[in-house]
């Protein structure tokens, strides 16, 4: 993995802990799987996979956060 790469992931992570504890207070949370190409792919997890709201969660907090935190990632995918 580049040090570009690393330097996003790390950027990331931070962004996310804005919203980790909101996640975590209903029994979630995301997991990081890679970067390419400025698309980041994630992981909910815990009770946000399955949750009826994961995708405004998704949209509305975890790339919204992202996108503002981290320029280079263009586009957050959930798998």
Do not use: F, W
């Not at 698309?39 to 996979?49: A, F, P, Q, V, Y």
């Amino acid at each position: 993995m580049s040090s570009d790469t690393n330097n996003i992931l790390e950027r990331v992570e931070q962004s996310l802990e804005s919203i980790r504890p909101y996640l975590n207070a209903d029994g979630g949370d995301i997991r990081v799987i890679d970067v390419h190409g400025g698309e980041l792919r994630i992981k909910l997890l815990g009770n946000c996979s399955d949750c009826k709201m994961s995708e405004m969660t998704m949209k509305a907090g975890v790339e919204e956060a992202i996108l503002h935190s981290v320029p280079e990632i263009k586009k957050v995918v959930a798998i």
